[in-house]
C-alpha cells in the first residue's frame, strides 16, 4: 500500500464533548481526497491501550456513532472495552461502488490511513505509545474488513468480519430467493409452520411441484429454511440497487430469457409467464413520506440505523419530501414483487423508476430518496407504463451463473461430469461485484488474527458462505489455522445489526456475540489468552447445521431448550395450567448465564425477566395457564455475559426457544 493520496493528513475539530459521553473528539481528512474521519478519544483513566474501527457496508458518514445507543453504542462498547473509536466516511463519494475510481479506496486505502493517523493523534492524547487496532464491518463492511486484512500489514492487530458473504453471493442470494418468493407467496404460512416447533417437521407437505421444486432450489442454495417467517416483510432487500448493474453488465440475459431454450422465460407452459406484468395506467396521487401512507409489506422499519447493515444500501432516504408511492388509476389483480416504471406522457415523458412492487392502489417506490430519484415532473394525470419482465428474468439469474466446485451449493444445476446443465452466460458476474465493492476478491490470506461471526437465520448472507471463507483461511493457514482465527455461528439470529427485532420470539440481534468477538480478539492479541472454540458445524444440501448441546457445539452462544408440560407441543383444554420448562447451558469457554426472559403467550413481551446468579448451567421451572383456545408459541430468551453482568448492553450473547401450545375449547 503506497502512501499517496493520503500523505497528507489534517484535523480541523479537537475539542473536548460530554455527550454521548465525555470524550475528546477529533475530526479530520486527508488534503487532496474525500476521505474524512471521526476520532472518539475516553478520559485517561478508561483507556487501556486499544482502538476499535467500524467500517460500513458502503461508504457513509463519519458522524454516525453518536446517535447510536443500548447494544448498537459503538462509542459506549470502545470506551467500555478500554479502546478509542474511529470512523470514517468510507473515502466518501471517491470511493463509492460504480464511481468509476479507484475501489481500493473504499476497500481498504481510506480506512487503513485513517488507522495509521489515529495512532498519531493517540500519542498526543494519551502519550507514546503504540495503540493495538481492531477492525470490524458487516455484511458489505465484511468485505472490506476482509480487504483490509488481506491487502495491509501492521495497520491493525485484529479483526471481526461479520455476516459475511462470499465472492459469489451478489446477485445470487436475492434472485434465487425472490424466485422462491415468487412461486411460494401463497404457501409460506405453511412451511412455516412445519418447520416451527411442534410442526410436521415436512415443509414439502402438500406443496405443488413447482413449488416443492422452488423450496428444495433455494434451500440448497443456502437460504435458512428456518427463516421463512419474515416472509412477509423481507422483500426483495438490496436487490433494488444491485438491479440496474445487473442490467447493465450482461443486458443481452434479459433478451435471451424469454426467448432461448434453456431460459425460464422461454418455456412457454412456466408460471413466469402467468406472472409478468406489463400494463398502462394514470397516476392519480404522487405521495410523499410526510403523507404517512400505508405501504403495506413495502413499508419501511419504524426504526432504523443508517450505516447498519440492513440500512446502508438504500442512501440518504431523502427525509420526509421523499416520493415513496404513486397511487394508480389500474392495477394488476395481484400484486407484484418488483418492477420498473416509465412516464408515457407529461413533463417527465421517458423517465423511469424502480418499484419495489405493487400493493393494492400503490405502486411503491424502492428506496426512496435514492438515485434514480422520481422525476420532479411526475404529476397526477401523467400515464405509465409498468413492467415487471426484467425482475422476473432476473429471478434466475443464479442458474447461469455455475462457478467452480468449491461452491457446492451450485451442484444442483451440475451434471454428473460437473458440467453446468443451464446455458451460462459468458462471465460470472458475482466477483466483478465483490472486487468493485470492497477493492479485491476475498482470498483467505490475512495478516494478524481474526473472529468471524455469522448467523444461520441470515437471509442476506447465506450461512455457508462464512465457512466458506474458513475453509480458504485453512488453505494457506494450515495447522496454524486455530492459531489466528475462529468461526462463531449464532442461532436465531438474522442480518441486521440491529437491537430491536421484528419478531422477538423468533430472533435474537448478534451484537452481543460481535462485542465478544472484539473483547476477545483483545485478550487473544495482547495477552495471547485464545478466545473460546469456534463453532462445529456440517454444511448438508446448503443448510449449515450445528449439534444440539453447548459442550459439542462450542462458540460463545448459550443453548436454550424449552418444553411445555414435557414436550415441544403440549395439547390442553381451556383452564389447564401447563408447565413450562426452560435448560440453558452456556458453551466451555464462553461467558455464564445471568438473565432468563419469560413470554408465556408468545406475543413479544417478555413479561417476566429473571436475573439469576451466574452459571454454566440452568434449569427452570413456571407453571401457565391458558383462558382461551388458541395456538400460542411460549418463547424463552436468556442471556450470557463474560463479566456476569446481567445489566450492560456490551457482550450480553442471547438465545431464544419456543414451545407449542395449543389450547382446545
Request: proline share 9%.
Amino acid at each position: 500500500m503506497t502512501a499517496h493520496p493520503f500523505d497528507r493528513p489534517y484535523v480541523d475539530i479537537d475539542e473536548s464533548r460530554d455527550t454521548p459521553l465525555p470524550h475528546r473528539y477529533v475530526h479530520g481528512g486527508f488534503e487532496g481526497t474525500a476521505t474524512r474521519f471521526s476520532l472518539y478519544f475516553p478520559p485517561p483513566e478508561s483507556y487501556e491501550g486499544r482502538f476499535y474501527q467500524h467500517i460500513t457496508p458502503v461508504p457513509d458518514s463519519e458522524h454516525l456513532a453518536p446517535s447510536a445507543d443500548g447494544q448498537e453504542d459503538k462509542i459506549g462498547f470502545a470506551f467500555g472495552a478500554g479502546g478509542y473509536f474511529l470512523e470514517t466516511n468510507g473515502g466518501g463519494p471517491s470511493g463509492t461502488p460504480g464511481s468509476h475510481t479507484d475501489p481500493t479506496i473504499a476497500g481498504y486505502r481510506a480506512h487503513a490511513a485513517a488507522a495509521a493517523h489515529s495512532r498519531v493523534v493517540a500519542r498526543q492524547v494519551y502519550g507514546d505509545h503504540r495503540p493495538y487496532g481492531y477492525l470490524y464491518g458487516g455484511s458489505g463492511g465484511a468485505f472490506r474488513t476482509m480487504g483490509c486484512a488481506e491487502h495491509t500489514e501492521g495497520v491493525w492487530d485484529g479483526f471481526v468480519p461479520y455476516v459475511p458473504g462470499s465472492p459469489m453471493a451478489i446477485p445470487n442470494v436475492f434472485t434465487v430467493r425472490m424466485h422462491a418468493q415468487r412461486v411460494l407467496r401463497d404457501v409460506f404460512d405453511r412451511i412455516v409452520d412445519a418447520v416451527e416447533p411442534g410442526g410436521s417437521g415436512d415443509p414439502h407437505q402438500g406443496l405443488a411441484p413447482e413449488e416443492s421444486a422452488a423450496l428444495t432450489e433455494v434451500t440448497r442454495m443456502g437460504f435458512p429454511i428456518r427463516s421463512w417467517f419474515g416472509h412477509r416483510t423481507m422483500g426483495t432487500h438490496a436487490f433494488g440497487t444491485l438491479y440496474p448493474h445487473l442490467v447493465q453488465a450482461d443486458p443481452g440475459y434479459f433478451e435471451e430469457f424469454w426467448s432461448m431454450p434453456g431460459y425460464l422465460g422461454a418455456d412457454p407452459r412456466a408460471s413466469v409467464q402467468r406472472a409478468r406484468v406489463r400494463f398502462d395506467s394514470t397516476v392519480s396521487a404522487v405521495l410523499r413520506r410526510r403523507d404517512a401512507a400505508d405501504l403495506g409489506p413495502f413499508a419501511d422499519p419504524a426504526e432504523s440505523v443508517r450505516g447498519g447493515v440492513d440500512e446502508a444500501f438504500k442512501g440518504p432516504g431523502g427525509g420526509g419530501d421523499a416520493v415513496v408511492a404513486l397511487r394508480l388509476t389500474r392495477v394488476p389483480p395481484t400484486g407484484t414483487l418488483g418492477a420498473e416504471l416509465t412516464a408515457t406522457t407529461g413533463e417527465a415523458a421517458g423517465s423511469g423508476l424502480r418499484l419495489k412492487g405493487i400493493w393494492r392502489d400503490l405502486a411503491v417506490v424502492d428506496m426512496p430518496g435514492a438515485e434514480p430519484h422520481v422525476p420532479p415532473g411526475l404529476r397526477p394525470g401523467d400515464t405509465v407504463r409498468v413492467d415487471n419482465s426484467n425482475f422476473l428474468a432476473a429471478q434466475t439469474y443464479h442458474r447461469h451463473q455455475v462457478p467452480g466446485p468449491e461452491y457446492a451449493a451450485w451442484d444442483q444445476y451440475r451434471d454428473a461430469t460437473g458440467a453446468p446443465l443451464p446455458p451460462q452466460r459468458p462471465f460470472l458476474l458475482a466477483p466483478l461485484f465483490a472486487a468493485a465493492a470492497a477493492g479485491h476478491v476475498p482470498t483467505g490470506e490475512f495478516a494478524g488474527k481474526m473472529i468471524v461471526v455469522s448467523c444461520l437465520l441470515d437471509r442476506e448472507a447465506f450461512p455457508w458462505q462464512a465457512a466458506w471463507y474458513r475453509d480458504k483461511a485453512a488453505e494457506h493457514l494450515g495447522d496454524a489455522l486455530d492459531d489466528r482465527f475462529r468461526l462463531w455461528y449464532v442461532d436465531n439470529a438474522l442480518h441486521a445489526d440491529t437491537e430491536r427485532q421484528e419478531h422477538p420470539t423468533r430472533s435474537v440481534s448478534y451484537l452481543g456475540v460481535l462485542h465478544e468477538a472484539l473483547r476477545s480478539l483483545a485478550d487473544w492479541v495482547e495477552k495471547d489468552i485464545p478466545p473460546a472454540t469456534g463453532t462445529r458445524y456440517e454444511i448438508r444440501d446448503g443448510q449449515v447445521l450445528v449439534p444440539d448441546s453447548a459442550a459439542d457445539r462450542g462458540g460463545v452462544q448459550p443453548v436454550v431448550r424449552i418444553t411445555a408440560d414435557g414436550a415441544t407441543c403440549a395439547d390442553v383444554p381451556t383452564g389447564t395450567s401447563v408447565t413450562l420448562a426452560v435448560t440453558v447451558d452456556a458453551p466451555p469457554g464462553a461467558g455464564p448465564i445471568v438473565r432468563v426472559q419469560w413470554d408465556a403467550d408468545g406475543d413479544g413481551t417478555y413479561e417476566i425477566d429473571d436475573v439469576v446468579e451466574p452459571a454454566s448451567r440452568l434449569t427452570l421451572e413456571r407453571r401457565h395457564t391458558y383462558l382461551t383456545p388458541g395456538t400460542r408459541f411460549a418463547a424463552v430468551r436468556v442471556s450470557a455475559q463474560r463479566d456476569g453482568d446481567p445489566v450492560t448492553p456490551f457482550a450480553r450473547v442471547d438465545n431464544v426457544a419456543r414451545a407449542r401450545i395449543v389450547v382446545r375449547d
